[in-house]
């Protein structure tokens, strides 16, 4: 069975600074790999996905994540983060043939001070 | 507009009455899923359905019913509700699984179900 690990509930940050949210994974095959933004009150949008080809994956809103298979994880960067990026990331798991079930993280909120 | 809609959005009950929660999309997607959503536990797919008559368990499936006689529609049933099922439930769709292609999945904006 697969599972997710996001290291961090909470992250607080200043406005512009850098951010990372770490995520990490487990598999016994291979596996897709998504980060999903959820703003308050509302569902799910997804921000990226890896599937194959280059391990780093840029997203929408200036996100990004770089998929590491011998440390299987899949960390979410932002260079440069704003007020509006206030919200709860999930990173979430899908093995690539059998089952296509989507296994989430607990989530890690992101707060931005300005 | 591209619309996942839930119903209700916010419904409390008592333990035993059976519930149904709606969920219907415009998009002509093909897959369709359940999710709830309880804090420290993040997301996890109850249910979800390749196509018109095709559904599958997913994580939680155990106190849980789902049909899909039609592309628009997925609901979710829960015939004897129990406190534990007290949750922020999530609908979801998309054309393909979610690993297929660039289509993102488009997710309803919530039921907050309190069983008591």
């Known amino acids: 069975a697969q599972s997710v690990t996001q290291l961090d509930s909470q992250v607080p940050v200043f406005e512009e600074a850098p951010v990372e949210l770490r995520c990490n994974y487990s598999s016994s095959v291979s596996v897709y790999l998504f980060w999903y933004v959820q703003y308050p009150n509302q569902g799910l949008q997804l921000l990226l996905k890896?599937?194959?080809?280059?391990?780093l994956v840029k997203g929408i809103n200036g996100f990004e994540a770089e998929f590491n298979k011998s440390q299987t994880s899949f960390h979410l960067r932002k260079p440069s983060v704003h007020i509006s990026d206030t919200a709860e990331y999930f990173c979430a798991v899908m093995r690539s043939q059998g089952a296509q079930k989507l296994v989430f993280g607990q989530g890690t909120r992101l707060t931005i001070n300005p | 507009e591209a619309q996942v809609t839930q119903n209700p959005r916010y419904l409390i009950t008592v333990t035993g009455k059976k519930l149904t929660v709606t969920c219907s999309q415009n998009?002509?997607?093909?897959?369709m899923s359940w999710y709830r959503q309880d804090p420290g536990l993040g997301l996890r797919q109850i249910y979800y359905?390749?196509?018109?008559?095709?559904?599958d368990k997913g994580d939680v499936p155990e106190g849980y019913k789902v049909s899909r006689k039609e592309k628009r529609n997925f609901p979710l049933i829960l015939e004897s509700p129990s406190p534990n099922q007290t949750s922020l439930y999530f609908c979801?769709?998309?054309?393909?699984?979610?690993?297929?292609?660039?289509?993102?999945?488009?997710f309803g904006d919530g039921t907050r179900l309190s069983i008591l």
């Open positions: 890896y599937l194959s080809g280059s391990t």
């Open positions: 998009m002509n997607h093909e897959y």
């Open positions: 979801a769709s998309s054309l393909g699984p979610p690993r297929v292609g660039n289509q993102p999945q488009h």
């Open positions: 359905s390749m196509n018109v008559e095709v559904t």
